[in-house]
């Protein structure tokens, strides 16, 4: 608990070279598929261990090849 409260915040561009994908890829995810973001202002901020569990619990996957089978 204590390292989720001392993990910085990471940037748009952070959290896209952390993924390895573009920006654009994380504006699409934060907007269509619920990629776990905080507005700070007027800027984006994401927390690594938040993203990850996004990651593992499969939200980032892509079903519409699973839908369309």
């Known amino acids: 608990m ?4 001392t993990e910085r915040w990471l940037s748009v561009e952070e959290i896209a070279d952390y993924l ?14 619920g990629l776990p973001a905080h507005r700070i202002g007027r800027f984006w901020k994401f927390k690594a261990v938040e993203v990850d569990a996004w990651v593992i619990n499969g939200d980032a996957a892509d079903h519409s ?4 089978k």
């Open 20 to 33: 390895g994908v573009s920006k654009d890829t994380i504006y699409a995810w934060r907007d269509k598929k």
């Open 2 to 5: 204590v390292n989720k409260m």
């Open 65 to 68: 090849k699973e839908q369309s």
